[in-house]
């Protein structure tokens, strides 16, 4: 399948989905350090630039299968002004939806702080309806939305739940919002799938089945915590064998301070490297320095997660072909 990345940043789907047959078929960023990084580890993969500046029907001609992208979450942070739609940045979300349209892929992820469930302004139900194809807009049953839930309208089904990275490989706490949805219209590389038949597809996909009533909350119903074991660097330190054990509170744009061993200090760039599950020296590219590495960590998806649902994707459309139509895909 190919894939098109919004909001890229530093590429997390391109770490994330390396081991499977995907193929990237642009970026879009514009924040000059992120774009570093990306030409640095993928000068083949062309970058479009600013999301609100590409003609999707110049720059992308070919069909799409999958596009994933956070918009920025500052309008809808708690450690932000918390403006949502009304903030330039907050309305980028609602950009991401117009270009689902104009891109029209199988299948769409958007990604975003668990906080845009609190917004007073309802900037997520204003999101799901535009994606749902609805002309209203849709409003949670109670005062905010759920941390998770499973919405079909008239151009795609959508399921979305809250994920905590910290059981997912990497000890850090970081709840995030994951959508997931499915186009109902012809698009793609794979239409010898009725889609439309298959409403409850995102939802069996997010949840690892819609029978499964624990994995309808958050993670933790499903996943044990991380206990994996994060060597300090020891040049930054001096001594070869601090360990530190414990879960990270959330990577910001703000670097993580510890105290160890009667040492107080920054979390390296290659900790925090870790803690994203980036390999080692991912954002040394072109002479960043390290300030200008904890904010491109800082605002990147944990690529575990990615992982996680690309491998999702990948498993239950190679099913749906294999009972449905007959044939291996393998």
Known sequence: MEYLSLFSGIGSENVAWKHLDWSCV????????????????????????????????KDINKNVDIVVGGSPCQSFSLLGKRKGLEDENGKLALEYSKDIKEINPR?????????????????FGC????????????????KNWKHSGFLIGKQSAIAYRVFDSQYFGVPQRRKRVFLLGVNFRKCGTLDEIKWENFPGLPAAILFEGINNKNNTRETKTKYKKSNKQYIINPVSIGISDSIYTKVFPTITRRPIYIYKDDIFRKLTPIEVERLQGFPDNYTLANGLSNNKRYILLGNAITTNVLRFLGNQIDFTVKKLIEEYYGFNTK
């Open 127 to 142: 999101l799901l309806s535009s994606l749902l194809g609805e002309d209203e807009i849709i409003n949670p049953i109670q």
């Open 26 to 57: 642009a970026h879009s960023e514009n924040n000059k350090d992120a774009c570093k990084v990306l030409n640095f580890h993928y000068p083949d993969i062309p970058n479009l630039g600013d999301i609100k500046e590409i003609d999707w029907q």
């Open 107 to 123: 299948f769409f992820i958007w990604e975003n702080v668990k906080n845009v469930l609190y917004q007073k302004d309802n900037g």
